[in-house]
């Protein structure tokens, strides 16, 4: 992986982020987009799973992750569509990032 690919990475999961288990997801996954997806559905499994979504102790103290878990989602939704790009998304192999020339032709005058 380099250091183009490690950078969205991190801009994308947090510099909390293990580095070492990045670069093994990566070789087993083999894109940047498929590691985050991975990182992303296992966070939000470890919220709805792991924990109630909110806990309320009358008078003393309200604890919620709904928010959490929509951001999560959110999250995942963007890359799932593929925003933003990755430096290892495959283009559209025009290899100038899908915009391309056109000639424009005058029209014969009547």
């Given at each position: ?22 670069d ?36 003393v103290?309200?604890?919620?992750y ?9 999250q ?14 495959p ?20």
């Amino acid at each position: 992986m380099d250091d183009a690919t490690r950078a969205w990475l991190i801009s994308q999961l947090g510099t909390a982020t293990d580095f070492a288990d990045l670069d093994q997801r990566y070789t087993r996954l083999g894109s940047a987009r498929a590691v985050a997806l991975e990182v992303l559905y296992e966070r939000k499994a470890a919220l709805v799973m792991g924990q109630p979504a909110s806990v309320n102790v009358s008078s003393v103290v309200s604890v919620t992750y709904t928010e959490n878990i929509k951001a999560l989602e959110r999250q995942i939704a963007l890359l799932e569509s593929g925003e933003p790009p990755a430096p290892d998304d495959p283009t559209d192999g025009t290899g100038n990032g899908g915009l391309e020339v056109i000639q424009l032709i005058e029209r014969r005058r009547r």
